[in-house]
């Protein structure tokens, strides 16, 4: 199992990036899909998520609005666009695969003027 993120980096207060993850070694159509991030110093938390076949979209009330996740499952591929970024949105952004859990090594944004 691999996932592999991609589209991290530095962007303004209200800008905007598109993170990519990429799955292989798994069906990936057959498993729910969700972001997860951390800041250094404080708890795993939990973003957004969406289900097999995309039917349902889940996102923490601090992102609503502001964040989409997706998927392409032609492309094995998971996106989080992330808009009006603000600067608690700073962090190490996870691709996670549900049951079984398994987590990419992540890739880090950084919100800054």
């Known amino acids: 199992v691999q996932l592999v993120e991609s589209g991290g980096g530095l962007v303004q207060p209200a800008g905007t990036l598109r993170l990519s993850c990429v799955a292989s070694?798994?069906?990936?159509?057959?498993?729910?899909m969700t972001w997860d991030r951390q800041v250094p110093g404080k708890e795993h938390e939990w973003v957004a998520g969406?289900?097999?076949?995309?039917?349902?979209?889940n996102y923490i009330d601090s992102v609503k609005g502001r964040f989409t996740i997706s998927r392409d499952d032609s492309k094995n591929t998971l996106y989080l666009e992330m808009n009006n970024l603000k600067f608690e949105d700073t962090a190490i952004y996870f691709c996670k695969r549900a049951h079984p859990d398994a987590w990419g090594h992540g890739v880090q944004v950084t919100v800054s003027s």
């Open positions: 969406i289900t097999r076949g995309s039917r349902e979209t």
């Open positions: 070694g798994f069906i990936f159509s057959n498993h729910g």
